[in-house]
């Protein structure tokens, strides 16, 4: 099994910027697809973007895309999410899961408690 700990979130002002990290606890880190998932109040959990196993294929959001870089470090056991251009609707909070490459809540087993990302106008 994988366990998921995210950080990075807090405050930032509309163009900013923040970085979020996932580190990942487990011997199997590797064979996992990673993904970010987020979720506002009242809304359901969104996809975010994704990374293969090997970090060589990723996949974004339309809303996020050209803003937003995933990345993963399979030696550290980390998933990052690198969030530029922030908008205040990108308040939310956000999540990091592993599981199967895809783009929906279904393809991914492990889950982190999530960190909130809080943009202001």
């Known amino acids: 099994q994988v366990q998921l700990v995210e950080s990075g979130g807090g405050l930032a002002q509309a163009g900013g910027s923040l970085r979020l990290s996932c580190a990942a606890s487990g ?7 990673m993904g970010w998932f987020r ?3 009242g809304k359901e959990r969104e996809f975010v973007a994704a990374i293969n196993s090997d970090g060589r294929g990723t996949t974004y959001a339309a809303s996020v895309k050209g803003r937003f870089t995933i990345s993963r ?4 056991n980390t998933v990052d999410l690198q969030m530029n251009s922030l908008k205040p609707e990108d308040t939310a909070v956000y999540y990091c899961a592993a ?5 929906t809540t279904s393809s991914y ?3 982190g408690q999530g960190t909130q990302v809080t943009v202001s106008s």
């Open 27 to 33: 011997r199997s880190f590797n064979i996992y697809a």
């Open 99 to 103: 599981g199967n490459w895809g783009r």
């Open 73 to 76: 470090d399979n030696a550290k």
């Open 39 to 41: 979720q506002a109040p």
């Open 109 to 111: 087993a492990y889950w």
